[in-house]
C-alpha cells in the first residue's frame, strides 16, 4: 500500500509538472474565472497557503456561516482527515485528525489537535465548546506541531483566526431562524476611536433548536442556550510598536444532546424508588427518542431540580495582549493570556428514567501562558522564529456518577491537577538555491503533571483516600523537510517531523491506586511527502502522502472490577499510513467547485488489551488479548466539496450553494454493536441580495435528504447508547452591513 501511494503521487506530480509547464496567464477581464489567493499565517508570518510546504486546509469565516458551523465539533464535516467525536452528548470533544486521535471523555489530560484562537492555546478539551462567530478564517495544519507553535501536538492544528479592528467605521448584522425553533444571531461594529486606536465589538447568540423527545413524556431535549462576546482594542502607538488587546466570554445553558438506546435495555428500578422492578424498554428504532432521570439524593448534591434536563451551566472568560514590536531586520513578539471556565454539567447515560449512569462534571479550570518569539523581517534567503513559551494549568474537578438502580451505590471522585510546562523551540528556512529551500526546527519542552489529592468513594465510604502522582515528559522534537519549486506554479515538499504528546492519569470511578497510575507520553514520527499546483488560474490541486510510526500511543482500555470493566488508558504502539487529495476549480465566471479525498489506515504493531467480553461476562475476572496486527478503529475514507454558482437577475445577486461530505464506517473498538455505520450529508442555500445594497437573504438547508447517522456509539453499565446526528433542517439567514 506504501509503494501505492508513492507511486500515485508521483504520478500524479509528472502530470501536474506537464500541466502546470504549457498553463497560460488568464487575462485580467477573467478575473471571475481565478482562485482566490489565500492568505494565512501557518508558519508565524504571512504567507500564501500554496507557498506553505505543509498539509494545511483554509476554511473562510463566509464558508462556516454558510454552512451552519457554530462551534469547533463540526469542522469533521468540511475538513478532511478530521473527526471530532462528542463524548456521551456532553461538551467533552476528542479529536484526531489523519487517526492520530484520543478519546476521553474526562477533564484532565491534553488532546493529539491543539486548538487556538488568536494564536492563544486551549489546552484542556472542554475549554474549545464556546461558540465560534466573527472568524476570518480557520487553518487547519495536519502532522505534528511544535517547532513553530507554543504547544506540542503529535495530531495537529485548528487555529481560529477573528477579525480584526478596521479602519473605517463599519458594522453587521444576521439573523437566523431554522427548524424547530433554532434562532442564531450575530453582530458587530468595528472602527477608529483615536488616533491609532481601534476597536471591534461581536456578539452572538444560539437558541433553541430541540429535536429530541422524551419516550414517555414527549419532553423536548437539546435546546441552544449559549452567547458569546469579544472586544479587540488594535493600538498602534508607533510604527515599530503595535499592541492587540483581546476580552472575551461566553455563557452556555444548552441542553444536551440526548442518547438513544441501540438495544433492548432492562431496567432494575425505572421509578428510583426503590420499590418497583425494573422494566424492559425496547430499542429506539425512533433515533429522536430519549430519556433522562435523576434520583432526589443525586440532584440535591449537584444542585439541580429533580425534574431537570441533562444540560451545563458554564461560564467562561479570557483575555490576551498580544504586542508586536518591530527591530531592526527583526520582530519581537509576546503574547500574554488568561482563560478560566467554569464548568457544572448533568448527563444521563443510560437514556431512560432508570437511575443506572448518571454523571456530573462540576470544573474550574485556570490556564496562563506566555509566549514569546523573535523572527527575522527581510527578504534574505534566511528566515527564522525562535520562541519560549510558559504555561500553567489548574484544574478542580468533581466527578460523580449515581448507580443506584443497578449497583445500589453511587460514586464520587475529586481531585486537582497542576500542569506546568515550559519550552524552548525555532525553526529556520534557507533558500540555498533558486528553486530549493531546507527547513529545520527543533523543540526542547519540560512538563510536569501532578493529580493532586485524587480521592473517590462509594455510597458516602471512602474507596480511595486522597494520593497524589505526579508524571514528567522532556521531549526533544524537531521536523526537518525540503521545499522544490520547479516551476512558479509547482511546490514539491518532503518532511520528517517528531511529535510528542504528555502524559497523563485516568480520573475514572475506581478504588485502586493502580489505577489513577500515570501512563506513559506518546511520540510520533510523521514522514511525509506532498505537492502544491496551480495548472491555471482557474486550477488548484494539493496532494500528499503520509506515514506514521507511533510509539507509545495513547489508548483507551480498561481494568476488570468488580462491576465490570472501569475505563483505563494504556500505551501501545502502532503505525499509520494515508494520503490527501484537495482540489478547487473555476471552469466559468461564477462557477466555483472545490473537491477533497482522504484515506488513512493504521493498526498496532505492540498492543495487548483487556478481554472486554470475558469481563462483562465474569466481572473481576481478568483475561487479556493479543491485538498487535489489528486495526485501528477509525474512519478510513473520507470526502467532501462545494459547489456554488454566481448570477445577476434583474438587478439582484443570486448566489446557489451546495455543499456535502462522506465519512466511511467507524468501527468500533469495543465491538460490531458500536461500529457507526457509514453516511452521507448535504447541505444547499440560495442568497439573493441586491446588487447596490448592502443585504441579502439566505435560504437553506442542512441534512438536506433528512439522512439518519450516528456521531458516537457506546455503554455505560448496561446500557448501549448512541448519540445522533441533526435530522433535516431548513431555515432562512437575513444578513445586513453598513
Not at 618 to 642: C, E, L, M
Amino acid at each position: 500500500m506504501n509503494r501505492l501511494l508513492v507511486s500515485v503521487s508521483v504520478g500524479a506530480l509528472a502530470a501536474l509538472c506537464s500541466t502546470t509547464a504549457m498553463a497560460q496567464q488568464a487575462p485580467p477581464n477573467e478575473r471571475a474565472t481565478t482562485i482566490d489567493e489565500v492568505i494565512v499565517t501557518a508558519q508565524r508570518r504571512e504567507q500564501a497557503a500554496q507557498d506553505v510546504g505543509i498539509a494545511l486546509s483554509v476554511l473562510s469565516g463566509e464558508s462556516l456561516v454558510q454552512q451552519g458551523i457554530t462551534n469547533v465539533n463540526q469542522l469533521q464535516n468540511a475538513t478532511p482527515n478530521l473527526e471530532v467525536e462528542p463524548a456521551f452528548g456532553g461538551g467533552a470533544a476528542q479529536f484526531r485528525l489523519r487517526g492520530v486521535g484520543f478519546q476521553d471523555y474526562a477533564s484532565n489530560n491534553s488532546p493529539t489537535v491543539g486548538v487556538y484562537v488568536n494564536e492563544v492555546a486551549y489546552p484542556v478539551p472542554v475549554m474549545t465548546q464556546g461558540l465560534i462567530f466573527d472568524i476570518d478564517r480557520v487553518e487547519v495544519l495536519r502532522g505534528p506541531q511544535g517547532t513553530l507553535y507554543g504547544r506540542n501536538t503529535t495530531g495537529g492544528a485548528i487555529s481560529f483566526v477573528t477579525k480584526r479592528p478596521t479602519e473605517e467605521l463599519s458594522a453587521g448584522l444576521m439573523t437566523e431562524w431554522g427548524s424547530h425553533d433554532l434562532f442564531r444571531g450575530e453582530g458587530y461594529v468595528s472602527g477608529p476611536l483615536a488616533s491609532g486606536l481601534r476597536g471591534r465589538l461581536a456578539v452572538s447568540t444560539e437558541q433553541g433548536g430541540a429535536w429530541q423527545r422524551n419516550r414517555t413524556t414527549g419532553e423536548s431535549l437539546g435546546d441552544a442556550d449559549r452567547t458569546g462576546a469579544r472586544a479587540l482594542l488594535a493600538w498602534d502607538p508607533s510604527e515599530s510598536l503595535s499592541l492587540l488587546l483581546d476580552v472575551h466570554g461566553g455563557i452556555d445553558k444548552s441542553e444536551n444532546q440526548g442518547l438513544y438506546l441501540i438495544s433492548d435495555f432492562q431496567t432494575r428500578d425505572p421509578d428510583g424508588d426503590g420499590i418497583s422492578g425494573g422494566v424492559l424498554i425496547p430499542a429506539d428504532k425512533d433515533h429522536s427518542k430519549t430519556g433522562w432521570g435523576l434520583s432526589p439524593r443525586f440532584a440535591a448534591e449537584i444542585g439541580r431540580s429533580v425534574n431537570a434536563k441533562p444540560g451545563r451551566d458554564n461560564s467562561s472568560w479570557g483575555t490576551s495582549l498580544n504586542a508586536n514590536l518591530a527591530l531592526k531586520g527583526m520582530n519581537l513578539t509576546s503574547i500574554s493570556s488568561f482563560e478560566t471556565l467554569k464548568r457544572s454539567e448533568y448527563g444521563d447515560w443510560d437514556a431512560s428514567s432508570s437511575v443506572e449512569a448518571d454523571t456530573f462534571f462540576g470544573s474550574d479550570v485556570d490556564v496562563v501562558s506566555q509566549e514569546l518569539r523573535l523572527s527575522s523581517d527581510n527578504d534574505s534567503a534566511l528566515t527564522w522564529v525562535a520562541g519560549f513559551y510558559y504555561s500553567k494549568q489548574d484544574l478542580n474537578e468533581r466527578y460523580s456518577s449515581d448507580f443506584i438502580d443497578i449497583y445500589g451505590t453511587y460514586a464520587q471522585v475529586v481531585y486537582d491537577q497542576k500542569v506546568e510546562s515550559w519550552s524552548l523551540f525555532g525553526q529556520a528556512e534557507y533558500a540555498f538555491a533558486q528553486r530549493w529551500k531546507a527547513i529545520l526546527g527543533l523543540r526542547y519542552e519540560e512538563e510536569t503533571r501532578e493529580l493532586e489529592g485524587f480521592g473517590s468513594a462509594f455510597g458516602g465510604a471512602t474507596a480511595l483516600p486522597p494520593t497524589s502522582v505526579d508524571t514528567k515528559m522532556t521531549p526533544l522534537t524537531g521536523k526537518a523537510a525540503l521545499e522544490f519549486k520547479p516551476s512558479d506554479n509547482l511546490l514539491i515538499y518532503g518532511s520528517a517531523s517528531r511529535g510528542a504528546k504528555s502524559g497523563g492519569f485516568t480520573t475514572y470511578n475506581t478504588g485502586d491506586r493502580s489505577g489513577i497510575a500515570p501512563f506513559d507520553p506518546e511520540i510520533l514520527w510523521a514522514y511525509e511527502v506532498g505537492f502544491k499546483a496551480d495548472p491555471s488560474r482557474a486550477v488548484q490541486i494539493n496532494g500528499a502522502a503520509y506515514y506514521y510510526d507511533y510509539n507509545g500511543q495513547q489508548v483507551l482500555s480498561a481494568v476488570c472490577g468488580a462491576n465490570g470493566p472501569v475505563g483505563r488508558f494504556t500505551n501501545a504502539d502502532s503505525e499509520i499510513y494515508g494520503a490527501e487529495l484537495e482540489g478547487v476549480l473555476r471552469p466559468a465566471a461564477g462557477l466555483r467547485i472545490s473537491q477533497n479525498l482522504s484515506y488513512k489506515h493504521g493498526e498496532y504493531t505492540d498492543f495487548v488489551d483487556l478481554d472486554l467480553g470475558a469481563c462483562r461476562q465474569t466481572p473481576r475476572v481478568t483475561a487479556y488479548i493479543d491485538k498487535s496486527g489489528q486495526q485501528i478503529p477509525f474512519p478510513a475514507w473520507s470526502y467532501g466539496g462545494s459547489v456554488s454558482y454566481d448570477w445577476n437577475v434583474s438587478g439582484f445577486a443570486v448566489t446557489a450553494e451546495a455543499n456535502y461530505s462522506y465519512r466511511d464506517e467507524y468501527p468500533s473498538w469495543l465491538g460490531p454493536l458500536y461500529d457507526v455505520e457509514s453516511y452521507w450529508l448535504a447541505n444547499a442555500s440560495v442568497t439573493v441580495g441586491p446588487e447596490d445594497a448592502n443585504w441579502s437573504v439566505t435560504f437553506w438547508a442542512r441534512n438536506l435528504f433528512d439522512q439518519e447517522y450516528d456521531l458516537t456509539r457506546n455503554f455505560f453499565t448496561n446500557a448501549d447508547i448512541a448519540q445522533p446526528g441533526r435530522p433535516r433542517t431548513i431555515g432562512a439567514r437575513l444578513s445586513l452591513q453598513y
